[in-house]
């Protein structure tokens, strides 16, 4: 079964990083577009940083500068370096990728990670 893992979350003061990772696993043939996306407590999941295939990064405005996503196609697993976090980043992560599997051919489908959480200390 297809399905991206996310790891790296945890509790970490203000001002510090973190590194989290996404690997997708599965009869995987490509993966497009890979993104992240966090969901703060009380509130709507919201977009923060996409890579295509080729390396074309995107970041919410929020967290340009602060955030690099990054990308190992030969390992199907991207990266989110986050530093000089702050408590409003606290949220739980989900990694989503585009995928085309061996198990539905024929198109890409988004298939969403179970979410890592991570807290941001003042």
């Known amino acids: 079964q297809v399905q991206p893992v996310e790891s790296g979350g945890g509790l970490v003061q203000a001002g510090g990083s973190l590194r989290l990772s996404c690997s997708a696993a599965?009869?995987?043939?490509?993966?497009?577009?890979m993104s992240w996306y966090r969901q703060p407590p009380g509130k709507q999941r919201e977009l923060v940083a996409t890579?295509?295939?080729?390396?074309?990064?995107n970041y919410a405005d929020s967290v340009k500068g602060r955030f690099t996503i990054s990308r190992d196609n030969a390992k199907n697993t991207n990266y989110l370096q986050m530093n000089s976090l702050k408590p409003e980043d606290t949220a739980v992560y989900y990694c989503?990728?585009?995928?085309?599997?061996?198990?539905?051919?024929?198109?890409?489908?988004?298939?969403w990670g179970q979410g890592t959480q991570v807290t941001v200390s003042s």
């Open positions: 989503n990728a585009d995928i085309y599997s061996w198990e539905i051919p024929g198109k890409f489908i988004g298939y």
């Open positions: 599965g009869s995987i043939f490509s993966i497009n577009g």
């Open positions: 890579i295509t295939r080729g390396g074309v990064t």
